[in-house]
């Protein structure tokens, strides 16, 4: 069985919203089978999805806390940061950690770092303190074609929802990423430019609207390719 196959087989059982989860009362209500997976392709941690057409109900600060928490510990984003921190090392970035043990631990530790400092702030504490809704809104395939639904994917690292349910510019996304790429000041000794910062600021927002492409299409990519692994599927 493929590390893929695997993935979907632990988490179909949990495709719908556990009740016992403290952010499933903003699910509950929807199908099951449009309950987000909890992780895209069994690696990004998908726990701030929710679907566009449903009943808006904001979430509580306990509950932007604990989106944050899982999307910052859930345990494939160990393995990716090692590989991530490997690939990094080939390419000799951050070469002030130089190589060896020594070098791959310190790309590890400042990659993961960057990552809890963003996901807290983007995901937890500036959403509590400026009252905006972390969770992306996904469209679905019957919202609109496949152009569309990329550039809305990309573009909700600029806007987001209010606790009112009010579309706004998404502060918490924008600021949070400065403030961690900021941060980061004191542990990239040799990148604390102002061309550094704006460079690691903009990686984030790519990537992370990048993930929210992904987190739009997976719901589709693995209906169409991965279904028919599932114990009784139809072939």
């Known amino acids: 069985m ?17 009740p016992a989860d403290p952010i499933a009362p903003a699910l509950i209500g929807k199908p099951a089978a449009a309950a987000p997976d909890k992780r ?15 009943t808006y109900e904001p979430l509580t600060a306990h509950q932007k806390f604990v989106i944050a928490t899982k999307d910052t510990f859930d345990y494939p984003l160990f393995i990716l940061g090692g590989g991530l921190a490997g690939l990094a090392q080939i390419a000799d970035q951050h070469e002030n950690f130089g190589q060896g043990m020594q070098g791959f631990a310190g790309r590890y530790a400042t990659a993961y770092t960057d990552q809890f400092t963003g996901n807290y702030l983007t995901e937890g504490i500036l959403p509590i303190l400026l009252h905006e809704d972390p969770r992306y809104f996904r469209i679905g395939s019957g919202g609109g074609g496949a152009w569309y639904r990329i550039g809305y994917a ?4 600029f806007v987001t929802k209010t606790d009112s349910g009010r579309n706004t510019f998404n502060f918490a996304e924008v600021l949070g990423n400065g403030i961690s790429a900021a941060i980061a000041n004191g542990y990239y000794v040799d990148e604390r430019s102002a061309a550094d910062n704006v460079t690691r600021l903009s990686t984030q927002l790519a990537t992370d609207a990048l993930s929210q492409v992904l987190k739009e299409f997976w719901p589709d990519i693995k209906r169409k390719y991965f279904a028919r692994h599932r114990p009784g599927a139809q072939p």
């Open 154 to 157: 990309a573009s909700r690292i």
């Open 40 to 54: 895209v392709f069994g690696v990004l941690p998908n726990y701030r999805t929710a679907e566009r057409s449903a």
């Open 2 to 18: 493929t590390f893929l196959n695997l993935a979907f087989a632990q988490d179909s059982p949990g495709d719908g919203p556990d």
